[in-house]
């Protein structure tokens, strides 16, 4: 069965330093998404991709955080420099651009800033 | 202001009985509503989708109802496991971008 991958799995980064996340859409998927998810909270939506193109950043800190989908494929989300406050878990999901939005969502990836 | 609001305390269910869990939503106009169930430390699985002149669907042992008069969605597990306790999310679609606006989630723990 298709599945969305995202990597690494697991992430520490001191404050102040880089970071990246990689994720890999189910394969003809046009959407894909990057949301970020507190303890207890339910995911929050950073960037949406259509393709190559940026369709809503509206929520990405861009002093800090980048994204980008480079051949409409697989996706890069960057922070840099890290915040303590970004300590959270990273969710990648994809859907196929029909008449509803079922969301296919990765592991994700937990960060922890120190 | 726009909210979709879910049960914030875990809902705590004797085994074989029927889980009701129920999401609200304020100011929004949605088409369809999700239901998506979500294990600890992993991205939420799409389990339902009803639309928005459906009024009930069903899928094995789940079911989901939608009210867009009361603005309320209520999703039901029956003869529930312990195997089903995880956190249960529900998203809305506005039908503007294929953008999804979720609720806060509501732990359902099943006792054996």
């Known amino acids: 069965e298709a599945e969305v991958a995202q990597s690494p799995r697991y992430k520490i980064t001191e404050k102040s330093q880089a970071v990246a996340f990689w994720c890999d859409p189910i394969?003809?998927?046009?959407?894909l998404y990057w949301y970020r998810q507190i303890l207890g909270q339910g995911p929050e939506l950073l960037v949406q991709?259509?393709?190559?193109?940026?369709?809503?950043d509206s929520q990405l800190p861009k002093d800090r955080f980048s994204a980008e989908r480079l051949k409409g494929v697989d996706s890069t989300l960057k922070i840099q420099p890290a915040e303590l406050g970004d300590s959270a878990m990273y969710l990648c999901?994809?859907?196929?651009?029909?008449?509803?939005?079922?969301?296919?969502f990765g592991q994700g990836t937990r960060l922890t800033v120190v | 202001s726009q909210k979709i609001e879910q049960n914030s305390e875990a809902l705590n269910i004797q085994e074989g009985k029927t889980a009701t869990l129920t999401c609200n939503y304020t100011?929004?106009?949605?088409?369809?509503l999700q239901w998506y169930r979500q294990d600890p430390g992993r991205g939420p699985v799409f389990l339902l989708l009803i639309r928005e002149n459906e009024k009930e669907k069903r899928k094995e042992r789940l079911k989901v109802t939608f009210d867009t008069t009361l603005k309320q969605s209520l999703f039901h597990i029956t003869a529930s496991q312990p195997a089903d306790s995880a956190t249960y999310l529900c998203a809305l679609d506005e039908r503007s971008n294929y953008q999804l606006i979720w609720g806060a989630g509501t732990k359902l723990i099943i006792k054996p």
């Open positions: 394969s003809g998927h046009a959407t």
């Open positions: 100011n929004y106009s949605p088409a369809y």
């Open positions: 991709f259509q393709d190559e193109s940026v369709v809503d």
């Open positions: 999901a994809s859907s196929a651009q029909t008449d509803y939005t079922e969301a296919f």
